[in-house]
């Protein structure tokens, strides 16, 4: 089983599925990773602040050196969080070390607080020089969006907000259509702790059984039908196989028609601007004390 691509604003092309790291340890990473990689998937998603770069760099290693792939097969994202946005240059170097690795496919700016006009620049920068091929933001809307294109040499290639069947975030695919950037779907099954609330919805139930799918793999088909790129999360090797198997059934127009509807429901992420200026611009771990 391999993932479709889609060509991105820079050119490239990305997978539309891949891997989610958030919240796992670096050992889950490795593991989760290297079993993503077995299965098929060639898109991999951490960040500094995940603190597992060093597992996901294990796993994609123990995968490369066992044949499964090569490094240019996999697209590997990871994100820059706000205490490095005014040093990018220092943040990249270390971020490829301990990944591993010699460059990143794609690079985010995680938050849309602090100094994101200057992360966003030296992202710029961070292309130039070869150590970044595409850039992209995380956790922004139409303002902040606005304020990084008003400087931007390079159009954002990605946008990976908060995006499920209950939040579905079309204004932001309209705002960003000009600019020819995807959106990536964070939470894609609704996140750890809300899946039951996605998986229990009657619509996605009936539209599961309808094809003999799980709830988990009718999302990621909708995700997939709707143009969403997805990175589902788990440290559980069954559930990663189980969640590439959705691109052998298709969603009829009536059951797309039927989850649209589902948009608005519940957004999960309920954190202020204000409180997030205040509890992520102030928070500057030590990114290379990991495992
Ligand atoms: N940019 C951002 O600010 C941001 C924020 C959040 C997430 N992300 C990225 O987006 C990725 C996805 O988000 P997420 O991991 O938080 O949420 P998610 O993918 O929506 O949900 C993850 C949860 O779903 C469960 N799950 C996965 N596949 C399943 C299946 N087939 N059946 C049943 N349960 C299943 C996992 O279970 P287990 O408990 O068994 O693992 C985990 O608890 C993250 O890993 C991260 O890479 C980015």
Redesign the pocket.
């Given at each position: 089983m391999t993932t479709p691509t889609v060509k991105i604003n820079s050119g490239y092309e990305m997978p539309v599925l891949g891997?989610?790291?958030?919240?796992?340890t670096p050992d889950e990473a490795e593991n989760s990773v290297y079993h993503a990689l077995k299965d098929g998937y060639r898109l991999i998603?951490?960040?500094n602040v995940?603190m597992n770069e060093r597992g996901v760099g294990r796993g994609m290693k123990r995968a490369i050196d066992e044949g499964i792939c090569t490094r240019e097969e996999i697209f590997l994202t990871t994100?820059l969080w706000p205490s490095e946005y005014e040093d990018v240059e220092a943040a990249v170097e270390d971020t490829l070390e301990r990944l591993d690795t010699e460059y990143i496919d794609l690079l985010?700016l995680?938050?849309s607080v602090g100094n994101y006009i200057a992360g966003y620049q030296g992202m710029e920068r961070a292309v130039e020089a070869g150590k970044v091929k595409s850039i992209g933001l995380?956790?922004f809307y139409e303002v902040k969006f606005q304020k990084v294109l008003d400087v931007a040499k390079i159009k954002p290639a990605v946008l990976?907000?908060?995006t499920?069947p209950f939040w579905q975030g079309n204004d932001m695919k309209e705002f960003m259509k000009p600019f020819g950037t995807i959106l990536e779907?964070?939470?894609?099954?609704?996140?750890?702790?809300?899946?039951k609330d996605v998986?229990g919805d009657a619509t996605i139930r009936e539209i599961a059984e309808a094809h003999g799918k799980?709830?988990?793999?009718t999302v990621l088909r909708w995700h997939y039908q709707v143009g969403n790129i997805a990175?589902?999360?788990?440290?559980?090797e069954s559930?990663?196989a189980?969640?590439i198997e959705i691109f052998d059934f298709e969603l009829t127009e009536d059951e797309m028609a039927r989850i649209a509807e589902l948009d608005g429901k519940m957004r999960f992420?309920t954190m202020s601007e204000e409180q997030q200026e205040a509890q992520f611009a102030n928070y500057a771990p030590d990114f290379n004390n990991q495992k």
């Open positions: 891997i989610g790291c958030y919240i796992l998603d951490t960040a995940y994100k985010l995680h938050q995380s956790n990976q907000n908060e499920h779907a964070w939470f894609p099954l609704g996140g750890r702790d809300n899946t998986f799980t709830p988990a793999q990175i589902p999360g788990s440290a559980d559930e990663i189980e969640n992420f």
